[in-house]
């Protein structure tokens, strides 16, 4: 009961985007650790990708990823038809936020969204991949990246991400109640966008190929 | 000085912008005082006056709400409207008000909204027990000096709804945060700390208020400048009282 009126309540639903927030975040930092191992070459990461499958943590983790997706959304998705019906009318004279990422968290959801959807197809399927060779990673990657439109949609994916975290890090720690300054967030995010940019960086300016 | 006023008319249950030129004004007016102005000249002409909530007109009482050129109490900050004098415009400028807007804060005429929501909310949690009768000492609850500072800091909350009207979602949990952390800081505050916070949300989100999503537009326009640890203190309150 107790947990339902906390569920139901606005405050427990950001809590649950808070939880499911920061899941996430820590996957994508533990992927972002497993893409640098591109830079000691295809051995290394097609190893670490194999590995990943024999200590069998590939399932359980995509269940966790997907419960994830689907609490965080449907609290989003929840809460923003709660927003548009606490304003029936609104202001004529219109005026911009003051947060770009706040105000963008909606949309920068979808494209993220929309990218993984993406991003699974081609390197976990490999049907959308130039290559496509299951277990090749690194061939796989390298072949993705010599394409100029493949390279600019995962820029656009990591910078959304980028300012999803630049906004959600923070906002997840207000949502639990504990109190930060704003600057760990762009500190996070920062390290992020870093992180996923170098692999396409250095396959176009020739450092993995 | 010279202004143009687009002001927000209603008298049914839908309205719309009326232009007013504006002359002779002086910089040294308040916004409040030009409302005045233009209301006298409207009564000489035999048309109705602009209805607008006012009161103490010194920034304590928290009536006048106008949302001024879309930001809520005008371009000064942490000042409400009332505060606001005419020499932060310029010579010439055009300038929108329009009233607080929120499912529940419905127009009742012009710039005026029904603001009774907030009560609501203050009814359902915004209490603490005491037994009457005899005065209680005065140094019965020692009260730490932070813990006073704390409760002073939210308690400077004068219910203006000008959280409520600048935030994007329609929220009005910085009031809640500040009603509710300025009772759950004090000694005095303790028994009913997790319940107040429980009510206290459940009656936000009842009135049809949106959730909080973090979008820290309500500071900025809040005139006592409540800060957004209130709120991290409301959720951690809820979050522990159901925990507990
Ligand atoms: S928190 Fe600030 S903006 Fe909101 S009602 Fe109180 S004084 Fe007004
Ligand atoms: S009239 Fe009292 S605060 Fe403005």
Redesign the interface.
Known sequence: M??L??Y????????VMAVTGVGMLLFVVGHMIGNLSVFSGPAAIDGYARWLREIGVVWPLRFGLLLCVGLHMVAAVQ?AR??R???????????R???YA??T?RWGGVIITLFVVYHLLDLTAGVANPHGVQGEVYNNLVADFQLWYVVLAYTVAVLALGLHIR?GA??A???????APRGIALVVAGVICAGYLSVPAAVVLGVVS | MKLTL?I?RQSGPTGA?VTYPLDDLSPDMSFLEMLDVLNESLVVRGEEPVAFDHDCREGICGMCGL?I???AHGPEKATTACQLHLRHFSDGDTI?V?PW????FPVLRDLVVDRSALDRIVESGGYISVPTGSAPDAHATPVPKESADAAFTSAACIGCGACVAAC????A?LFTAAKATHLGSLPQGQPERWSRA?DM??T??DL??????????CT?ACPKGIP??T??????????S?LR
């Not at chain 1, 019906?85 to 005026?95: L, N, T, W």
């Not at chain 1, 720690?173 to 109190?179: A, E």
């Open positions: 107790q947990t009126r906390l139901r309540s606005t405050v427990g639903k950001k809590a809460l709660r927003a019906k606490a304003r029936p009318q609104g202001y004529e004279h219109g005026r936020p003051q947060s706040a105000r968290m906004h923070w906002s720690l207000q949502s639990l109640g504990v109190t | 687009r927000w912008l949302m050129n879309g930001v929108t329009e807007r929120a499912k529940p994007p979602n329609g929220s949990m429980q949300v459940q936000h989100d049809g208020f949106g959730g909080c999503t973090n979008a820290g537009e900025p957004l640890t709120i991290a203190q409301l959720n951690r309150d809820l979050l522990r159901h």
